[in-house]
């Protein structure tokens, strides 16, 4: 629980109304009355509210931007006072994100303080300068934050097109009130997440040599080339990024029969078999191939061992890219094991003439178990020279496994198509550490965090970066958060730019 009371400001009585019993019994609710001067005044008594673990505030607003309608349910991200000064509110992506779990609707973003009622023409204005919503109070009543947590939660009373004093009004306050009274029961939850932290980075974390050039890959051909570049596949499993990228013109395909022939295309970090090559030629593609070098290892040691003679046990993710890619490579000699079930059932002809190969993005323990069972049904049994599960899906692990050791929870920031992701909730699971994939700060549940003294936060191979930074934002506007990184290995792998793109 929570070290202290909320202190929630309401400008009227009406709204203070919409809070719940128990979070009101919780809470020191201030009604403010409308405007900035009573606002500045309220702020003044809640500085002097000193057990106060957090501060929020609730009300109505009006709808600058079109399109929000009365009863909207707004968080402001930011506030924006008359003189232009910008106040941020970083607690709102958690808060929106329980809002959302709970069935409730949100917009987030900037909220305008003014000093007067504004009709629709002042609020076009304001919409213009980013503003999606206005208030008479809140920019003033964030100053008794005072560096506490602050939510702002508002509802719309009118949108932007209606002045305040028309018929319609009495009909969306009602409307507004009630939304006000579903949303507030959230802001319970928040407070209960109100609460200093420890939260621990995992070093390394994020982009690895294959995905940064992979990435860089399709960056160059954008500005050598010109939009639109064809990706077939996700260049890498990570939706931001893909975002990005399409943004600046990539165009991502499953197939290669939906690019025009003849145009630029780029084969994804995962890589792809000798036949998506052939009909690449087919189709006269400009084909720059971005496919990860420790990938294009395996691709190599399967068609090694396959001229050999030997069946290859490809341990793997089924519908993987990369073991489709690699399953190409030698078809008629490749039997896919997913786990330690099918390794002790596997059957082969030749059982004197076995090897095995794996997906680069396994989970380290599970894969020497799927492996130690293979030895152990067939003793010929070869392996490649070196690891097949790359250095950096080996070092995430590890890194992971550290910090679980000392962690309450741990976030993992990657997709849900990201397979080295997946693994890294798995590593720590297994270190008895419950953990959760998150794509961003927009995922992440207060539940789970909730009683968390210290959280530890990783990404997969593909996350970038600055995902990170935004979560451990999100946590520490939640509280005093103290934050430091758990290094186990230093990486400087990397890895040359193919000839196409290459200054």
Request: hydrophobic residues 45%; contains cysteine; proline residues 5%.
């Amino acid at each position: 629980m929570s070290a202290g009371r909320l202190l929630v400001f309401a400008p009227l009585r009406l709204e203070a109304a919409c809070l719940s019993p128990s979070l009101r019994s919780r809470s020191r609710v201030i009604r403010t009355g409308m405007g900035p001067e009573r606002s500045r005044i309220a702020a003044a008594r809640g500085l002097a509210v000193e057990d106060a673990s957090g501060v929020a505030v609730v009300g109505v607003c009006a709808a600058a931007r079109p399109g929000l309608e009365p009863g909207h349910v707004f968080l402001a991200s930011e506030l924006r006072s008359p003189d232009g000064t910008s106040i941020p509110v970083p607690g709102s992506s958690l808060l929106a994100t329980s809002l959302r779990g709970s069935g409730v609707e949100v917009e987030v973003g900037t909220l305008a303080s003014v000093e007067a009622i504004a009709g629709p023409c002042e609020r076009r204005y304001l919409a213009e300068t980013g503003a999606a919503t206005v208030d008479m109070e809140s920019a003033w009543l964030a100053e008794a934050a005072a560096g506490r947590p602050l939510a702002v939660l508002r509802t719309v009373v009118e949108p932007a097109s209606q002045e305040l004093l028309d018929p319609r009004t009495a009909v969306a306050g009602i409307r507004a009130l009630l939304a006000l009274r579903r949303a507030t029961p959230a802001l319970e939850r928040w407070h209960d997440a109100l609460r200093p932290r420890r939260v621990v980075l995992a070093s390394p974390r994020s982009f690895c040599a294959g995905v940064e050039r992979a990435i860089e890959i399709v960056e160059l051909a954008l500005e050598q080339r010109g939009a639109p570049v064809y990706v077939r596949k996700q260049i890498v499993h990570n939706e931001h990024v893909v975002s990005d990228l399409e943004s600046r013109g990539a165009v991502f395909v499953d197939e290669l029969d939906e690019i025009p022939e003849g145009a630029t295309t780029v084969f994804s970090a995962h890589g792809v078999s000798p036949v998506v090559r052939e009909w690449a030629r087919e189709r006269d593609l400009a084909v720059i191939d971005a496919t990860c070098p420790l990938v294009s290892k395996v691709h190599a040691e399967a068609r090694r061992f396959a001229a050999k003679g030997n069946t290859i046990f490809l341990i793997g993710h089924d519908g993987h890219e990369e073991i489709e890619g690699t399953s190409g490579e030698a078809p008629a000699a490749i039997v896919l094991v997913e786990n330690v079930r099918q390794a002790e059932r596997v059957q082969v002809e030749d059982p004197d003439h076995v090897t095995y190969l794996t997906q680069t993005t396994l989970a380290v323990d599970e894969t020497a178990e799927i492996v130690d069972v293979l030895r152990r049904r067939f003793p010929s049994l070869q392996g490649p020279k070196s690891d097949d599960i790359c250095y950096a899906t080996t070092n995430r692990q590890q890194a992971v496994r550290e910090i679980a050791r000392e962690s309450d929870v741990v976030l993992v920031v990657g997709s849900q198509t990201s397979s080295n992701s997946l693994r890294l909730v798995e590593v720590s699971e297994r270190e008895g550490t419950p953990a959760h994939l998150v794509d961003d700060e927009l995922d992440v549940e207060l539940d789970w965090i909730a009683d968390a003294g210290t959280i530890g936060v990783s990404a997969g191979a593909s996350a970038p970066d600055a995902l990170v930074h935004g979560i451990v934002n999100a946590i520490a506007a939640l509280g005093d958060a103290e934050v430091e990184e758990t290094s186990t290995v230093s990486e400087s792998v990397y890895f040359r730019l193919p000839k196409e793109v290459r200054v």
